[in-house]
């Protein structure tokens, strides 16, 4: 059983988020806390075994958080959740102590996956940073992308629109870059989607860590 905390600085969105999980199989909310301090409150009587932990926290920055919670509660795994892809910010959380992270946008599926992993004691990073990171690697160094795609079991074409989504382009963008329709490139997406969902969190991480980008 998961004993999960959760927290959120806005109340709409924690009580968005409990109800998300409320009937998740095989978790049990054992506490909420809207700012960092009624976290710091709830973690001895509560004894979580995973810590949702919202990155935008009011009081104390979540980021000074970190370093606590893994010393003061080693065994207790912590989900960043945040609004933020860029690869410095979620490298950050994982320095600091984070387990996993997940923008704070991603589906009740993801979410409920991404606790099911960090609590088992695996790392987790959700499939949109994944992808993100792929791409701006690939986008870097091209000539490593058969290693990529044999991870990833995408198509040349496929590792080429992700290179062009890890540069940051729109779908109209990289259809006129390559001399094709918007709807392929949508099609493109879709398929890198469907081909790099959760079974596949685990070669993203693999990747992003070959990259520096994840903590050893």
Same mark, same amino acid.
Not at 107 to 115: A, D, Q, V, Y
Not at 145 to 172: C, P, Q, Y
């Given at each position: ?14 009580? *968005? $988020? %409990?109800?998300? #999980? !409320? =009937? ?11 700012? /960092?301090?009624? @976290? ?69 599926? *993801? $979410? %409920?996956?991404? #606790? !099911? =992993? ?11 940073? /994944?992808?993100? @990171? ?71 991480? %693999? ?10």
């Amino acid at each position: 059983m998961i004993r999960l905390l959760l927290t959120d600085g806005h109340t709409a969105s924690r009580e *968005e $988020l %409990r109800l998300r #999980l !409320a =009937t998740a199989p095989g978790l049990e909310i054992v506490g909420e806390a809207g700012t /960092g301090d009624e @976290l710091l409150a709830l973690l001895a009587t509560a004894a979580p075994t995973v810590v949702l932990l919202d990155l935008n926290l009011p009081g104390p920055d979540a980021f000074a958080l970190l370093p606590s919670l893994r010393r003061q509660y080693p065994q207790v795994r912590v989900l960043a959740r945040g609004d933020q892809a860029n690869e410095h910010y979620v490298s950050r959380a994982f320095d600091l102590g984070a387990h996993g992270y997940l923008l704070a946008n991603a589906l009740p599926m *993801e $979410l %409920r996956h991404g #606790l !099911a =992993t960090v609590a088992a004691g695996r790392p987790f990073l959700c499939t949109a940073i /994944g992808l993100a @990171l792929v791409g701006h690697f690939y986008a870097e160094s091209p000539a490593s992308s058969d290693a990529v795609r044999s991870a990833l079991g995408l198509s040349k074409r496929e590792m080429e629109v992700l290179g062009l989504v890890g540069e940051g382009l729109t779908n109209a963008e990289i259809a006129a870059k390559l001399f094709t329709s918007k709807r392929t490139i949508e099609t493109h997406r879709q398929n890198i989607i469907a081909k790099t969902q959760a079974k596949n969190t685990a070669a993203l991480i %693999r990747l992003a860590a070959r990259q520096g980008l994840l903590p050893e």
